[in-house]
């Protein structure tokens, strides 16, 4: 008689309103590379991700294409990055564009943003077919765009600009497909309702390692399909850990799509 398959919800907290499904069975490693500049590279995020990976019984094996500043542009240009794109047969690749880019006119963000997403999804796509592009959407500067508030009046606030990141990013997925990574409402729902928990490095603009390791745990759990609550802390304190698990999580879950949301926590 053949034994019956059965899959079983795991509920990660008694905090959370919604169980998630346990990952498929995998003891292979998940090759994953980063590709972005410094808000990718800050604190070795890409290693926490492993860290944070390692900790739930997920293998993973990463690599990073992040010189500072980059935009996709430039990275669909470069030798280094297309060489380490066709060096592996990566289960995911993380695509993270330069953080002003996404918040510019629609019109240059259709001629500066949007092709070279696609160039490099159908590279990564034809070097394995199998692999997913993961959209790292970035978090908007403390006081917004100050650098270019004259010429970019919507965005010369924190939320205006965190409107326009999330805006673009949702338009990358919808022209490529592939899975979102939605670190910049992740911060949101922590900026506004744990001001507390400092982000943010001296810069207002870079992440602090608390920063990192939010992004690190919406990766996580947008790659995967999993939650993170009780991941590996790294150090961190154990009430902010908490916090940034189970924010990541539900911003995964439970995304909004553009217009500002002041959820508490």
């Not at 739930?56 to 990275?75: C, D, F, I, M």
Request: net charge neutral; with cysteine; proline share 5%.
């Amino acid at each position: 008689m053949k034994k019956k398959l059965i899959t079983s919800l795991v509920c990660i907290s008694a905090q959370l309103t919604f169980c998630l499904p346990p990952a498929a069975a995998d003891n292979g490693v998940r090759r994953v590379l980063f590709i972005g500049n410094s808000f990718t590279f800050a604190n070795d995020m890409p290693e926490m991700f492993g860290a944070v990976a390692e900790s739930l019984g997920v293998k993973v094996s990463v690599e990073q294409a992040a010189p500072g500043g980059y935009t996709l542009q430039q990275h669909a240009a470069d030798k280094r990055t297309l060489a380490k794109i066709r060096a592996e047969k990566w289960a995911f690749v993380v695509l993270q564009e330069q953080s002003q880019r996404p918040q510019w006119p629609e019109e240059l963000i259709a001629e500066l943003v949007l092709p070279y997403a696609r160039q490099i999804d159908s590279l990564i796509h034809e070097n394995n077919d199998s692999v997913k592009t993961v959209y790292f959407e970035t978090w908007a500067y403390e006081s917004g765009d100050t650098d270019n508030c004259a010429s970019l009046r919507q965005t010369c606030g924190y939320d205006a600009m965190q409107d326009r990141l999330i805006s673009t990013y949702a338009r990358l997925l919808r022209q490529t497909g592939g899975l979102l990574a939605p670190v910049g409402q992740a911060w949101r729902k922590v900026k506004t309702a744990q001001p507390g928990i400092r982000l943010y490095g001296p810069d207002g603009r870079h992440p602090s390692r608390q920063g990192s390791y939010l992004a690190a745990c919406v990766l996580f759990s947008a790659m995967f399909h999993r939650g993170v609550f009780g991941a590996d802390r790294l150090d961190l304190p154990a009430p902010e850990a908490a916090i940034l698990q189970k924010t990541a999580q539900e911003a995964v879950f439970h995304p909004v799509h553009g217009a500002h949301e002041k959820e508490r926590l």
